[in-house]
């Protein structure tokens, strides 16, 4: 098995592991500092981790450079913040067109919008990213295709969110839009060489989506627009596919 494949397996397994250590302390040790069901920080600590045990300092030390490389092109930050927040707009409205039960939006203070910003960020994005594609997504498309290599980790990140579907956190849909979403990421991450402007779309979708505009309906509704947003994700997965090929212009 060559050295990326195994070392992308480890990096998953401990960022199983560090995630879901709450659950099985808890059980062990009843206590409710237990981070439960997710420790978001899990893939964060795991990726320097596994680089470290690999290769020493050098490989980290690279991957920090990566990681903190922000430079890409303006249009594609853009991209990134304004296609994410059309579909998210798109979904909730043909949610409430085709009659879905819809409340008012949630009435945030001022305060709340700016707190909420770098909040998100540091319990979704900005631990994930790093990890799952300034890792994972990095080390496997020298091995396999772009697209391959995507599908790879939108798979293992499914698994990773996996106790938010037994909890009931994550409606099912989500399952399906999270492969779209990887394809999606890599080409976001291919075309700019930064994880950040797919950091940025994972905030969008998490901030104006999760914690916004999503929660006009009520948790049984959720799924209904979760569904229209999963069927634009997976078009504009598709229509990545058919304009750059497998390896997404790379």
Request: cysteine-free; hydrophobic content about 55%.
């Amino acid at each position: 098995m060559p050295r990326a494949y195994t070392r992308v397996l480890l990096f998953f397994l401990v960022t199983y592991a560090l995630t879901w250590v709450g659950n099985l302390g808890n059980y062990l040790w009843p206590s409710d500092a237990w981070p439960r069901p997710m420790n978001p920080l899990g893939p964060l600590v795991a990726a320097p981790l596994v680089l470290w045990l690999y290769d020493g300092g050098p490989a980290v030390a690279a991957w920090f450079r990566r990681i903190l490389r922000f430079r890409a092109p303006p249009w594609l930050y853009a991209t990134a913040f304004l296609l994410p927040l059309a579909i998210i707009l798109g979904s909730v409205g043909l949610a409430i067109a085709i009659g879905t039960k819809s409340g008012p939006l949630p009435s945030y203070a001022a305060s709340e919008f700016i707190i909420g910003i770098p909040i998100v960020l540091l319990f979704g994005p900005l631990p994930e990213e790093p990890g799952f594609r300034g890792l994972g997504l990095h080390e496997l498309r020298d091995s396999m295709t772009t697209l391959t290599a995507a599908l790879i980790i939108g798979l293992g990140v499914l698994i990773w969110h996996l106790p938010l579907f037994l909890t009931g956190d994550l409606p099912l849909p989500i399952a399906v839009v999270l492969p779209a979403v990887s394809v999606v990421y890599a080409w976001l991450y291919t075309r700019g060489g930064s994880v950040w402007p797919l950091v940025l779309a994972h905030w969008v979708q998490n901030y104006f989506g999760g914690n916004f505009f999503g929660m006009v309906f009520a948790p049984p509704d959720q799924w209904i627009w979760l569904s229209f947003l999963t069927v634009a994700y997976l078009l504009w997965a598709a229509l990545l596919v058919w304009r750059y090929g497998p390896e997404l212009g790379r």
